[in-house]
């Protein structure tokens, strides 16, 4: 998915998520409206979100960008199953979280930049505009999820080179403050 068309090869990859009919006609509320630097993250949650919801009535509400994160939204037609929701969760929280240090340009390894404008979004060093947003030591890339072994939220670190979400605890005090 290249170009300026990845958005409308992606509904048409994957109708069942995006395509509603009102009054006869086809549209799509939920149309990517995000930067393209954001492109493979916005295919990898959608092929996820398919997965997990194979035989399930899931459509995407937004796909967007706002200050600076991307926001997903979705609804069922119908109640799901645990699993199906969680497997849709994660793949949220995973995509949203790879975004925030996803260069919102090309796609690299970015973190957040404010612009002269005040538009914060997350560039790599060869596209940052403005400031660097200062963050606590510790704090970069650490998230409330719903954790694996409880019903409850528990607080990880989204590992970019794993795509994965990990304790903080678990990692090394050299990497703690990385957007690894």
């Known amino acids: 998915m290249n170009g300026n068309n ?9 109708p069942q998520l995006f395509v509603r009919i009102v009054r006869g ?3 799509c509320p939920a149309y990517p409206t995000c930067p393209d630097g954001w492109q493979q ?10 997965k997990a919801a194979v035989g399930y009535p899931v459509r995407f509400c937004e796909i967007s960008e706002r200050c600076g994160q991307l926001r997903l939204h979705w609804k069922a037609d119908s109640s799901l199953p645990e699993r199906v929701e969680r497997g849709i969760e994660d793949a949220i929280a995973r995509a949203e979280a790879r975004a925030a240090c996803t260069c919102a340009t090309c796609g690299a390894e970015g973190r957040l930049h404010s612009s002269s404008c005040g538009r914060i979004l997350p560039l790599c060093s060869e596209h940052a505009q403005g400031g660097s947003v200062l963050t606590p030591p510790g704090t970069m890339n650490v998230y409330l999820v719903r954790g694996t072994r409880t019903h409850g939220l528990v607080r990880q670190k989204y590992d970019r080179r794993i795509d994965r979400f990990v ?3 678990s990692m090394s005090p050299s990497t703690r403050g990385n957007c690894a």
Do not use: N, T
Not at 6 to 14: N, T
Not at 41 to 50: K, Y
């Open 167 to 169: 304790d903080v605890h």
């Open 41 to 50: 993250v916005v295919a990898r949650v959608v092929e996820r979100i398919s």
């Open 25 to 27: 006609c086809p549209c």
């Open 6 to 14: 990845w958005q409308k090869l992606l509904i048409v990859s994957h």
